[in-house]
């Protein structure tokens, strides 16, 4: 596939899962650890092939409200792991004028993931050629139960009525605020799930799954991602017809 051919339609937003480190680690008899370090491989070349692509919007699925319930161990070296990757590619952030957004729980995440975060995210607030959001401590339904709560008190204190409630509303009280609806969705590592990602976001997104192991995913497999969803026909509840007209 010549690249000038996959830059004809692009996917606004993105929306990754990546799956399979631990298995990856596994088959070749190492710690499951190793895995998620040779995962950040795959986050390095995918971000940098996005950019190239002019992808506006991609999201990774980096940690789930229910990774919290893996051994501490684990837990503890995928957080440094964290820290370490944004130490090491702020430069390049900046570099590439990436903005970086994180959704989900942040005030479960250890402080010193919370700081470092925090500061990238304010440094590069201003880039415009592509916003990398992150989802960390992220859940769709405790998202969407927290719209419901923060709708409900204003409710209650009077500041919007109940008839005022519609899906643009709900859209302004998620974590995603800011973001368009999800255009393309991958799954790596051959599991056929959504793991609780973005179940608003993703309404009339396209689904990619791909059996290749998170840490042995290339440019390679995303352009066969992106080719694959070039060839869909993206009807919105349409016909056909009336797309044509
Ligand atoms: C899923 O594989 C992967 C994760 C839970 C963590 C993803 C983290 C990284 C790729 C590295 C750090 C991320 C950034 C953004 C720097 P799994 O452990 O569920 O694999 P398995 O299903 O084979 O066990």
């Known amino acids: 596939m010549i690249m000038s051919d996959i830059k004809n339609d692009i996917p606004k937003h993105l929306a990754i899962i990546m799956d399979g480190n631990g298995r990856w680690a596994e088959k070749k008899g190492k710690n499951r650890i190793h895995g998620h370090s ?24 980096a940690f789930s409200t229910e990774n919290w319930s893996r051994p501490e161990e684990e837990i503890g070296i995928l957080m440094k792991l964290l820290v370490n990757t944004l130490r090491s590619e702020f430069e390049k952030l900046l570099e590439n004028r990436i903005k970086l957004n994180v959704i989900g729980n942040i005030g479960q995440l250890p402080e010193i993931v919370r700081n470092e975060l925090e500061y990238v995210v304010d440094q590069t607030q201003n880039n415009t050629e592509m916003t990398l959001t992150l989802a960390l401590s992220y859940g769709g339904r405790e998202e969407l139960a927290n719209v419901l709560k923060q709708l409900a008190y204003k409710v209650k204190d009077n500041i919007i009525s109940p008839e005022k409630i519609d899906q643009s509303i709900i859209n302004e009280h998620l974590y995603t605020q800011n973001l368009p609806d999800v255009d393309l969705l ?60």
Not at 42 to 61: N, P, S, W
């Open 38 to 61: 040779h995962g950040v491989r795959a986050v390095q070349e995918v971000v940098e092939e996005a950019v190239q692509l002019k992808i506006e919007y991609l999201t990774l699925y």
């Open 186 to 245: 991958i799954r790596t590592s051959g599991e056929k799930r959504i793991s609780n990602f973005l179940l608003w976001q993703i309404a009339y997104a396209e689904l990619y799954f791909s059996k290749v192991l998170w840490p042995d995913f290339t440019k390679k497999h995303l352009h066969k991602a992106l080719t694959s969803y070039q060839k869909r026909e993206r009807r919105f509840g349409k016909t056909s017809k009336q797309l044509l007209g």
